[in-house]
């Protein structure tokens, strides 16, 4: 069976027709003020619908650019948001689509994360109507196309263990991309109030007080966290916004934010 997992939020969180797709992702990268940056390694990203958090995801992608034609393959970290489990999900789907075409998914080392057995799973459920990872493709299409993804859902998990877990996977060329938005429904003031304390934590490389923060990924967070802590990553806000800049509704609001996590460039 050849294993293709299809897009489940596409003319939804972001355009289904591939030419407004391509045009949209391409404007909101041109219009990034962040310049490619060789020297990223990390990124944190938002993952909601590209009308509310597109401007914020394309400044980190704009940093992440400078590894065009030189990524080996990217990690991407995500939480499931509809589906309750404990550990790290992977299932071996050759490749991921969008309407831009398909995302070639790293079975070998998905396959050599499985043998290590827990905190990691083979588990299907998770990844069929999860967007957290499948918002990042179309940027990573653009900003980094041919790179190759290695796609993991986050259940109930220590971060640490994780970060353990994956930090000898990591060789040169390797990015890791861990998927998050920031505080939910709160008023516009108390959202940017608690997602300061929550970016302080971060910047910080507090990874204890990033997997207790209000960020619905914030264990995937955590883990890039713990993997930047130790491999001496700085982290850089590269951009923080609320969804209020797009609805205009104050009242209501989710918080964004694009981080780099910065090591050695290619």
């Known amino acids: ?8 939020v596409a003319g939804y969180f972001y355009p289904q027709e591939a030419e407004r797709l391509r045009q949209d992702v391409e404007g909101l990268l041109q219009r990034a003020r ?20 597109g401007k914020v995801a394309a400044e980190g992608f704009g940093a992440l650019s400078a590894w065009q034609g030189r990524a080996r393959r990217a ?41 290590k057995g827990p905190p990691f799973v083979t588990y299907e459920e998770p990844f069929w109507e999860e967007h957290s ?11 980094l196309p041919g790179t190759p993804i290695l796609p993991l859902l986050f259940g109930e998990v220590d971060p640490m263990e994780v970060a353990e877990a994956l930090l000898p996977e990591l060789g040169e060329g390797d990015l890791v991309l861990a998927s998050s938005d920031l505080s939910h ?13 929550t970016l302080e934590r971060a910047l910080a490389l507090d990874v204890e007080g990033v997997a207790q923060g209000e ?3 914030r264990l995937p967070w955590a883990t890039l966290t713990a993997l930047a802590k130790g491999l001496g990553w700085r982290p ?14 104050p009242s209501r609001v989710v918080g964004y934010a694009a981080v780099a996590y910065l090591g050695e460039g290619p």
């Open 1 to 8: 069976m050849d294993l293709v997992r299809p897009p489940a």
């Open 34 to 53: 962040s310049s490619p940056d060789p020297g990223i390694r990390g990124l944190l990203s938002p993952h909601a619908g590209y009308v509310y958090s």
């Open 75 to 115: 990690f991407l970290l995500g939480p499931s948001h509809f589906v309750p489990f404990l550990g790290v999900a992977f299932y071996p789907y050759r490749a991921w689509a969008t309407p831009l075409g398909e995302v070639a998914v790293d079975l070998e080392g998905g396959s050599r994360l499985m043998e």
């Open 133 to 143: 990872l499948e918002v990042l493709l179309p940027f990573l299409q653009v900003a």
């Open 185 to 197: 429904y709160h008023p516009d003031p108390v959202a940017r109030k608690r997602d300061q304390k």
């Open 215 to 217: 960020a619905c990924g």
């Open 236 to 249: 850089r806000l590269l951009a923080y916004a609320t969804s209020a800049e797009a609805s205009h509704d």
